[in-house]
Structures are given as C-alpha cells and as structure tokens.
C-alpha cells in the first residue's frame, strides 16, 4: 500500500481514519479452537442464514458461524423453531458456506439438527446429519441431554464433529413451559451437570449452554475440559458466547431478552458491530454477569 492511500480521508462529515486491517488469520478448526481456550482466548459465534451475512461475520473476526433454526422466527416469522424442515437447513447451511468461500472465508461453520431430524432413531441422525455436511457444515448441533448421548457418539464415531445444547432448548420449550432459566434448583442443575459430563464422554466437542445460571456455567466450563462451552444468557464463565444475528443488531421482531446487547446503537456499519460484539466477548465487558444473576 502507498503512503497514500493509507493516510486518513477527509469529508464534509469530518476526517475518517485509515482502516485497520483485520490481520490474516489461519482456517478455524477443533484443533484451532482448543488452541484459543488453552490460552484463555474466548470463542466467538454469531448465527448467519445467508451468504452476505456469513462474509461479513467472518471478515469482523467472528470464529464460529451458527446457522440456526432460530431461522424460523427471525427469517420465516414462526413463533417457534418447531416448524424449521431439515430442507430448510440445508438450503440455509448451503447458503452460509457459498458466501464464505467467495469471500475466502476461515469461520467454523455448524448447522442445527431441526425439530423431528435426529429423534426417530440414530440412523435418521446420522442421514440428517449428512445432508447438513453435504451443505456444507463442519459440525452440527442438537439438543438435549440424557437420550442424545448415544446419538452423539453414533455420529462422532463415524466423522460428524458434534455441539451439543443443554439448558433452555428452544425445540422443546413447550416441555419446559416457556423460555424460562434452567438449572436454577440443586436438582435441575446436578441433572443439567450430569447431562453435561455424558455428553463431553459421548465426544462432543462443543456445549451450548443457553439460560442457566452463570455459577453454574462457570462450574460446568471448568469440568468439562474436552468440551468447549459457549454461552447464550449463562454469564461470562464460558469458553466463548453466541448470539442471533438479528439480536444483536437490534432488529428481533419480538421482546429482547435482557441478557442481549445492542451492538448496532454505536456502530457506523453491520460489520462495526459485529467487531464490537467480537471484541467484547474477547475483552470479557460482554456478557455482564450482573445481567445473570438468575
């Protein structure tokens, strides 16, 4: 680059500063994951649902692209995830992986498992997993502890990198009589925690923990040494966070949740607020466990 072009640009509106690029980073992979939680670095995950949005993510420095079956509420208008198909997901996941290799991106990509693919038995599991990764996907996520742990090593043994999700599971939020916080009590919480350790031994390499105290996120993080927790409304204690896209950028159509921050008020761009939320999670100031003090 010239002396030129890097000096700053002036405007009617003021002068803007050179931009500072991102500096190249390597493909994330488990490997590389495990590297970040190792030295103490936090994980960083936002859901995408489409090509422009995966490229944008990536290029903010986000290392994990969740593309979730929140898709149903935040792209389809559903009330609940309940409706999402695997068809839905696949075109979706598809979608999300075109965009990153256009963009040369490096982001991890997972898929969510849809309501009614996984449960029937492991071998639907397994096919439903497959057309996820055909999309595209590196890895893809259920929910559920107890009965999914042998569905989990069924598909970690045959190559399928599995992330788990424990606490409120929005699949099941009629069961659990609303999005409510999960694990509040001695014996939801030992339950919550078993589940946990299955799930780590079955071999997934990730755990969503969504609405749970942050004591018991934090307890969970430490024990859990081979699973890499990610944390949505559990706190600061996890290994990394994630949030819906439209969440963060202040454009749910519903009641925002307390826990959720709006990092589009003080960003000039979509992609300035997605290196706000990355750089937050990184310096620890996003999540505010005062915010989870359930």
């Not at 979608?95 to 290799?101: D, F």
């Not at 970690?156 to 699949?171: D, K, M, N, S, W």
Request: aromatic share 6%.
């Amino acid at each position: 680059m010239s002396a030129t072009a890097a000096t700053a640009t002036g405007t009617p509106y003021g002068t803007i500063p050179p931009a500072s690029p991102l500096p190249q980073r390597r493909p994330i992979s488990l490997p590389r994951l495990a590297q970040m939680r190792a030295a103490g670095e936090k994980i960083t995950m936002l859901t995408a649902y489409d090509a422009t949005f995966a490229a944008v993510a990536d290029a903010a420095g986000v290392e994990c692209i969740l593309v979730g079956d929140s898709l149903g509420m935040v792209c389809q208008g559903l009330h609940s995830t309940v409706g999402v198909t695997l068809e839905d997901m696949a075109y979706h996941t598809a979608s999300v992986t075109r965009g990153l290799h256009r963009a040369q991106g490096t982001a991890w990509v997972i898929a969510d498992l849809p309501y009614g693919s996984y449960a029937e038995s492991r071998e639907q599991a397994l096919r439903s997993s497959c057309a996820l990764m055909q999309a595209g996907a590196h890895m893809v996520k259920l929910e559920g502890g107890g009965w999914t742990a042998p569905t989990v090593e069924f598909l970690v043994e045959r190559g399928i990198p599995v992330c788990a999700h424990l606490g409120l599971t929005p699949q099941t939020v009629h069961a659990l009589g609303g999005y409510r916080v999960q694990g509040k009590d001695d014996v939801a919480a030992n339950t919550l925690r078993r589940h946990a350790h299955a799930l780590q031994d079955a071999g997934a390499s990730m755990l969503v923990l969504e609405m749970v105290p942050a004591a018991l996120a934090a307890s969970l993080t430490e024990e859990l040494q081979h699973c890499h927790t990610i944390g949505i409304g559990a706190g600061s204690g996890t290994a990394g966070q994630v949030l819906v896209l439209h969440d963060m950028l202040g454009v749910n159509l519903g009641k925002m949740a307390k826990f959720v921050h709006n990092f589009m008020q003080d960003a000039g761009s979509v992609k300035g607020a997605m290196q706000a939320y990355v750089e937050a999670v990184k310096n620890g100031s996003f999540p505010n466990n005062e915010l989870h003090a359930w």
